[in-house]
């Protein structure tokens, strides 16, 4: 499957002036955008949205529907969540999320 476009292009709208910080890549099916060489976030090849995290917080972010980890390889990334779409119907939500993967690939060195 193809990532989501329309997410796509939501993200860009709504980085706003970070756009100039961030370079996107195809990745993994998906589109991810990154920080410094740093991924942030993706719109993921499976759906819905892939969020960089600290990993200290996320396990008060996940609520086993809507927000899981992320499973690559069979094994769960424990900074990495999955979004599912229907939890970014909202610009706002998406704005949120946004602000917190970039948020966390900002405190990573540059590669």
């Known amino acids: 499957m193809a990532y989501d476009e329309e997410l796509a292009d939501r993200i860009r ?3 706003g002036p970070a756009v100039t910080e961030t370079v996107e890549k195809r990745m993994f099916g998906g589109l991810a955008f990154l920080v410094g060489g740093n991924m942030a976030v993706a719109a ?3 759906g819905g949205l892939l969020v960089r995290v600290d990993p200290a917080q996320a396990e008060e972010l996940i609520d086993g529907s809507a927000v ?3 499973v690559m ?6 900074n990495w969540l999955r979004v599912a779409p229907e939890y970014l119907d909202d610009d706002e939500a998406l704005h949120t999320w946004l602000d ?7 405190t990573l060195p540059p590669k």
């Open 73 to 78: 390889g069979g094994r769960e990334m424990r």
């Open 13 to 15: 709208d709504l980085l």
């Open 100 to 106: 917190r993967g970039l948020g966390y690939a900002r």
């Open 44 to 46: 993921s090849g499976q």
């Open 68 to 70: 899981a980890p992320m």
